[in-house]
């Protein structure tokens, strides 16, 4: 029981923080709403648990194999994230009457999971922190993507409600443009640490 205290906090801490999910979750809340933005916010919260059950039970035997996989994937995720700040950016919920973009769907959420470097940083992180040598590994990654499962979802949720709330304050496209470039600079700046090796 103290384990699965000890993973949820961690789940909760870095799940609540800014981070790419967060902040694109939250920038969809502001330009289309709950509801539009609920296949989002699922493909989050079931993509993450699922990715770390994938990385836990075979993708990390992958990765020691072939460390430059690693690397690549980390990269195109930085390159992913700098052209969806663009869109960001550049995005608007209303323009000329019509809707220039649209939120993310299921697939696309939960397949941005595998490009993402902050969740792969929590991901690995959880695994190599709360997993041990000297019990079954499959029991012991179950645990820990039941538990991301069970606190994504009101991380997500957060998110997504502060946009919402938002969405009532920003009263016009020019308000709504300055949120979307700060959104959009705040999703750059969520990937600097990821670059800049710790020393």
Not at 45 to 72: C, D, E, K, N, R
Not at 175 to 188: E, G, W, Y
């Amino acid at each position: 029981m103290e384990l699965i205290f000890a993973i949820a906090l961690f789940a909760f801490s870095s799940g609540i923080t800014p981070g790419p999910n967060n902040i694109m979750l939250m920038t969809s809340g502001v330009n289309f709403g709950i509801k539009q933005s609920v296949p989002h916010l699922l493909g989050i919260s079931l993509g993450f648990p699922a990715m770390i059950l994938a990385v836990g039970l075979g993708m990390s035997a992958v990765f020691q194999a072939y460390p430059i996989l690693h690397t690549v994937i980390k990269v195109l995720g930085i390159i992913y994230l700098l052209y969806l700040s663009w869109l960001i950016a550049n995005s608007s919920s209303k323009m000329e009457g019509k809707k220039v973009s649209k939120p993310f769907s299921f697939i696309q959420a939960a397949a941005f999971q595998w490009v993402n470097p902050k969740g792969w940083i929590m991901a690995v992180g959880a695994i190599a922190t709360f997993t041990s040598v000297n019990q079954a590994l499959t029991p012991q990654i179950i645990t820990i993507a039941s538990v991301f499962l069970c606190v994504a979802f009101p991380c997500a949720i957060v998110w997504l409600s502060f946009g919402v709330a938002l969405k009532r304050i920003l009263k016009n496209e020019r308000q709504q443009r300055i949120f979307n470039v700060s959104m959009a600079i705040l999703l750059v700046a969520s990937i600097i640490p990821m670059v800049i090796p710790n020393h």
